[in-house]
């Protein structure tokens, strides 16, 4: 539900990143490369955009899996500042917030009910070690979430493990979760045992994790 190519920060391409994924054994999987204003030196614009589609429907055709376009969002002041047709073109939209505001609550809520966001990827967005969680009201967000058909991500990146599994037991029965991967490269879309246990550790089953579910009930879920 969330895997970068190098369309964005990743190191892989589409059809590579698809191929070790057909080894897998996923029904579908998410290219969510970063949109305007992430804090990385290389995002789509709206020509990659257009490309990287046409690259998917391109492999799409020569895989098992199904292979689903959507973007990782930047959550800005100004709420998710992408091309306006984006939104009908992706799959799913997933939101994420990289920088620090003064009030991340509030940004986040905004983001969730002024635009069209399928999932807010890493909602604490701490890296272990390294990074301080955001100051994030939980109880406000995945309430916002709940009302306005947003599922929480479940990051399975190790120096991410976010939601910690404390909140995703706390929420569980108020918000519906995924677990991703957040892959950069071939090798990390092996971390998806890592986010599966975080969900564990929450006290997670199948029915609180939307990607335990076919394509045609995940896409049903969110209205696409």
Not at 186 to 209: I, M, N, Y
Request: glycine fraction near 4%; hydrophobic fraction near 40%.
């Amino acid at each position: 539900m969330q895997l970068h190519t190098e369309y964005s920060d990743g190191t892989h391409s589409v059809r590579e990143m698809a191929a070790a994924a057909d080894e897998r054994g996923p029904e579908y999987v998410l290219v969510t490369d970063h949109g305007p204003h992430a804090p990385i030196p290389s995002t789509l614009d709206s020509a990659a955009f257009d490309e990287q589609r046409a690259e998917i429907e391109a492999v799409d055709d020569g895989v098992e899996v199904t292979i689903l376009q959507g973007v990782e969002a930047e959550i800005t002041e100004n709420g998710l500042e992408i091309p306006p047709e984006w939104y009908e073109a992706c799959d799913l939209v997933v939101a994420g917030i990289h920088s620090r505001p003064s009030d991340p609550t509030e940004q986040v809520i905004r983001a969730l009910e002024e635009f069209p966001v399928d999932v807010l990827a890493h909602p604490i967005n701490r890296l272990i070690n390294e990074r301080d969680p955001l100051e994030l009201d939980l109880d406000a967000v995945a309430r916002t979430a709940a009302r306005e058909n947003v599922a929480l991500e479940i990051n399975g990146q190790p120096e991410r493990l976010d939601l910690v599994w404390q909140a995703v037991k706390e929420h569980r029965d108020t918000v519906a979760y995924v677990v991703s991967t957040d892959a950069h490269t071939t090798s990390e879309l092996d971390f998806l045992h890592l986010g599966v246990s975080q969900a564990r550790r929450g006290w997670c089953e199948p029915e609180h994790v939307l990607n335990t579910r076919s394509l045609s009930d995940l896409l049903s879920f969110f209205g696409s």
